[in-house]
């Protein structure tokens, strides 16, 4: 909806989100984080399974802080995969504020238990040829983004001289009229997540390449 004032010199453009998110998309996005986890998990336990004293207790090693990886792993008897496992471990920093990759996988994972990973909704892009299209004064190249949860306003306000603000006046509809520009629109991580605000495919693409890698040097360290 758009909201014409030429006797304030603006433009007022209400954008909202008519189509709800399918629900589908949560579960999804709540699987791809529980896989990358679980990928770790079984490796950890196809290395020391069969000779760990707890092997229900065996899992990839994340720990809440710095000083408590140490006796996360002793929990977990990462010990049992070798000095050279656990010498990668302690690179890789699996807690928060170490490895923000691991320690993010873990949180949205551990979030995942408890409730979906609800995406804020979208974000939104406009460029400036599509701001033209709801007012032909915009000007320019720059495209403009915002998230888009309980809705956006946009305020177009025109200055300039006394007989430049007339002019954009008689250009300027009064009054409430709808517009069909539609923005363009990529899911994003929710407010409190982590990666607020990101898109999710392209974090998730990023982090699948960063665990994929992690496991990799772990399988090296095991078998060298």
Do not use: C
Not at 15 to 32: H, K, W
Not at 80 to 105: D, F, M, Q, R, T
Not at 139 to 160: D, T, W
Request: hydrophobic letters at 40%; proline letters at 5%; zero cysteines.
């Amino acid at each position: 909806m758009t909201l014409g004032e030429p006797d304030a010199d603006q433009i007022t453009h209400f954008i909202e989100q008519v189509v709800p998110l399918p629900d589908s998309i949560p579960l999804t996005i709540g699987d791809a984080v529980h896989n990358l986890r679980s990928a770790l998990d079984i490796l950890m336990f196809g290395m020391i399974g069969d000779r760990a004293v707890k092997p229900d207790s065996v899992q990839f090693p994340f720990a809440k802080r710095k000083d408590t990886l140490v006796s996360t792993m002793k929990n977990r008897e990462t010990e049992l995969a070798g000095k050279k496992v656990v010498a990668e471990i302690e690179a890789l920093e699996p807690y928060y504020g170490g490895n923000k990759w691991l320690s993010s996988l873990h949180a949205l994972d551990i979030a995942d238990k408890h409730k979906l990973i609800i995406p804020m909704g979208a974000t939104a892009r406009l460029s400036s040829f599509e701001m033209a299209k709801m007012h032909s004064a915009v000007e320019g190249r720059a495209n403009i983004n915002f998230v888009l949860s309980a809705g956006v306003r946009l305020v177009q306000k025109f200055e300039g001289t006394r007989s430049e603000r007339r002019a954009n006046r008689s250009n300027i509809r009064s009054g409430e009229y709808e517009r069909d520009t539609q923005p363009t629109f990529e899911i994003v991580f929710g407010e409190g997540q982590p990666f607020e605000t990101q898109p999710v495919a392209a974090t998730l693409v990023e982090m699948t390449g960063k665990i994929s890698a992690a496991i990799e040097k772990l399988a090296d360290a095991f078998v060298s």
